[in-house]
């Protein structure tokens, strides 16, 4: 079977993913921007505002609020060390009781309170997240910039969580393979692999792990 | 008995603060420059007590004052890991403005404390902290730029002390801090960064 040829910036079929977060990839980074192919210019940089929903009782879905629309992904599966992560739902605000109690809620793992109304503007769902003991909106400012290396997606972020500063660095692809060859030629080889909600729980002390530097 | 006359601070956090640091650095050289690592306790529940641990050992500084947009803070040592189960009780959780958990041994090695007590408390949030401090002295106040990293996020702050709080607020003034820059402290500061609480100036996301 052909592998399909990735496209940055174009959905595919899903992808396997290796992701980590420190303070210094200055190295990687360097050869990463060596190797790469030549890039679409809309993803030399881009900036984005998104609000993550944390829950204590969850860790595999991924749930996640940008420009008013709320995406959730889940975990599919790990393979070599990678994880593959499908989209679980796409939402948009105001939203329905319904698909708070069938799809939202139950990707936190949290029971629903009970006396919420037929439908939500962000606002008021926002409030419900604030005053849940087991929920939390953690605001992430991204600075991404995309490469190609291996015909694998790649990126390397500045991210502020709730105000302070990580690095991220990422490969991306269908094929399993490319991501291991991609990661280990901009030596990274080793280096623990941590997904967003890994990391946000990390910094916002839920998780009393380092992050990989 | 030595008598701590406790300093009024400025504090401010921010990812960068580029004119403001060169000020410093072109009025002042560097005196001392070091690495600590500190766990602070965090509740949402407390804002006037700031409680830390370092080298195993556990301070609580009680805000006395605020004047002139200055905090006074004096510092008191409690005691040192392992530490009693009473002392934890009596002394710390208070501080932490929530209710202290049944303790089931008389003293707590800090790994302990850290791992069970403060790991189980739903309320109470650890967070490891890294600073590089780099000391000054401008216009006879203590001034400080340090890379904080709290949890392993960074963030910047710079500190500016004083006996004296007609100093500190001159010195503000010296280093180019606007009214913009709100005086936060520590825990707020981590509280922020945890999500405990909101940033005043928040993007509009």
Redesign the interface.
């Known amino acids: 079977m052909s592998k399909e040829a990735l496209k940055i910036g174009e959905v595919s079929k899903p992808r396997f993913e290796f992701r980590t977060f420190g303070q210094d990839f200055e190295d990687a980074h360097y050869l990463m921007s060596r190797l790469s192919a030549v890039v679409p210019e809309k993803v030399w940089e881009r900036q984005s505002d998104e609000i993550y929903i944390l829950s204590k009782t969850n860790d595999i879905n991924n749930t996640k609020i940008r420009d008013g629309k709320m995406d959730i992904k889940t975990y599919v599966q790990t393979v070599d060390g990678f994880e593959q992560w499908n989209p679980l739902m796409k939402g948009e605000f105001p939203m329905k009781k319904e698909v708070l109690a069938n799809e939202v809620f139950p990707a936190f793992q949290v029971e629903m309170p009970a006396d919420i109304k037929d439908e939500l503007s962000y606002d008021e769902f926002m409030t419900i997240i604030e005053n849940h003991p087991d929920l939390q909106a953690v605001r992430i400012h991204k600075e991404r910039y995309g490469y190609m290396v291996n015909d694998t997606i790649c990126e390397v972020g500045d991210v502020l969580v709730n105000g302070a500063h990580v690095v991220t660095i990422n490969s991306e692809s269908t094929e399993v393979a490319d991501i291991a060859k991609t990661i280990k030629e901009v030596g990274l080889e080793g280096v623990e692999n941590i997904n967003y909600l890994q990391m946000i729980k990390r910094v916002i002390g839920w998780i009393n792990k380092p992050l990989a530097n | 008995m030595t008598h701590i006359i406790p300093r009024y601070e400025f504090r401010a956090?921010a990812?960068s603060f580029d004119t403001i640091e060169e000020k410093i650095r072109s009025l002042s050289q560097e005196e001392l420059s070091r690495e600590i690592t500190e766990i602070y306790l965090?509740t949402a529940a407390n804002s006037d007590n700031n409680i830390k641990i370092r080298n195993k050992k556990m301070d609580i500084k009680n805000l006395v004052q605020t004047k002139n947009n200055l905090e006074q803070w004096l510092p008191q040592l409690i005691g040192e890991f392992p530490m009693k189960s009473q002392v934890l009780e009596q002394e710390v959780f208070p501080s932490l403005g929530v209710s202290a958990p049944v303790f089931e041994k008389e003293e707590y090695s800090l790994k302990e404390f850290?791992?069970k007590i403060i790991?189980e408390d739903?309320d109470v949030?650890?967070?490891?902290t890294k600073k590089i401090r780099h000391s000054f002295t401008i216009n006879h106040c203590i001034c400080e730029i340090a890379e904080v990293?709290?949890?392993?996020?960074?963030?910047k702050t710079i500190a500016i002390e004083s006996e004296d709080p007609g100093l500190v607020t001159e010195t503000k003034k010296l280093l180019g801090f606007t009214n913009e820059y709100e005086n936060t402290n520590y825990p707020t500061a981590i509280k922020?960064?945890?999500?405990l609480e909101e940033?005043p100036h928040?993007?509009d996301?």
């Open positions: 956090f990812y965090i850290i791992s790991k739903p949030i650890a967070a490891h990293y709290v949890n392993g996020a960074f963030i922020r960064i945890i999500g940033w928040q993007y996301w």
